[in-house]
């Protein structure tokens, strides 16, 4: 099973509750799954993850709050009609 990759370009959360879902199907091993998950991520938010302060994330469910927050920004949400229509 391929865990993918994450670049910080696409919807973190929905990548954070598919890599969560995999790694617990497969890994029952909450060590092992704290290495592995940081090996899937990618151009920015490898970099992101690199500079992070040491001893700073306090565990897996630490790691997927703060990357779900550092990169909230990259979540597109679909305009409604009224929104669309709104607009001046």
Known sequence: MSLGNYDGLT??????QNVRISLELII??????CKIFPSTFRGSV?????N???NSIEGLNDL???????????????KT???????A
């Open 64 to 78: 997927y709050v703060k990357l779900v927050a550092h990169f909230s920004t990259n979540i597109t949400t679909k």
């Open 81 to 87: 009609s009224i929104e669309l229509f709104s607009v």
């Open 46 to 50: 490898h970099a992101w993850y690199n």
């Open 28 to 33: 029952q091993d909450y060590d092992s799954m």
């Open 11 to 16: 919807n973190q959360k929905e990548y954070v």
């Open 52 to 54: 992070l302060e040491p």
